[in-house]
């Protein structure tokens, strides 16, 4: 399995409260995504990252913010949760020669 | 913009029957297809890809899937269900110049019957 974890895997938050997910790889891999997973929507793309410094928003974006200040740690931000956050979060890496995405084991978050 | 449709949110199918999931994707540029499948509380693992090449594509546990061009699918079969591939399956299409992001259909569940 490609070197990638997520923390926490699971979380139990409240609508309002700030919310950081974090994705670390041991990969070096370049390319860094984080997805959200919801039932009959598969997984969409929140943001995700060509290199240190370097972001850029997905399709749903709003209501998150990443940061990447290390190859390896790519993090993940809900500055103020509410229920509609309340979903299966996915880190992904990948590298540009690559032709394919190496996902981590998730995180579920639940906003009450 | 790319985009993934996969017919059929659930499908039910008998154990040693065929297997057949349909995703069909729109593409402005030459696509790499994924096929993933995710068990019951578990993360992604790529059953399949087409990049170039052959168009037949086989992947783990005995499944294989068909790029169609010219009917822009890449349906996922497999000659017979065993009770192990009860699962969830998600297709997928990657753009390489778009910094190898992947765009997802909506899944398909698949049971199976004993």
């Known amino acids: 399995d490609a070197g990638i974890t997520q923390s926490p895997r699971h979380k139990v938050t409240e609508t309002g409260t700030p919310v950081t997910l974090r994705c670390h790889q041991t990969?070096?891999?370049?390319?860094m995504y984080w997805y959200r997973q919801d039932p009959g929507h598969g997984l969409r793309l929140i943001h995700y990252s060509y290199g240190v410094k370097d972001t850029d928003k997905g399709e749903v974006s709003d209501g998150y913010s990443v940061s990447r200040s290390k190859t390896e740690d790519f993090l993940l931000t809900l500055e103020s949760a509410t229920s509609s956050q309340t979903s299966v979060y996915f880190c992904?890496?990948?590298?540009?020669?690559?032709?394919?995405?190496?996902f981590g084991p998730g995180t579920r978050l639940t906003v009450l | 913009a790319q985009s993934v449709t996969q017919l059929g949110s659930h499908v039910s199918v008998s154990e040693g029957a065929l297997v057949l999931l349909r995703c069909n994707y729109s593409?402005?540029?030459?696509?790499?297809l994924f096929w993933y499948v995710q068990y019951p509380n578990q993360g992604l693992q790529l059953l399949l890809k087409y990049t170039t090449g052959a168009t037949l594509v086989k992947g783990i546990n005995g499944f294989e899937a068909e790029f169609k061009k010219s009917e822009t699918s890449f349906h996922l079969t497999k000659p017979s269900a065993h009770m192990s591939d009860a699962a969830e399956y998600f297709c997928a299409v990657m753009v390489k110049a778009a910094g190898n992001k992947l765009t997802f259909g909506g899944g398909t569940r698949v049971l199976v019957k004993p």
């Open positions: 990969e070096n891999h370049r390319y």
């Open positions: 992904a890496i990948s590298e540009p020669a690559y032709n394919e995405q190496f």
């Open positions: 593409s402005s540029v030459p696509p790499y």
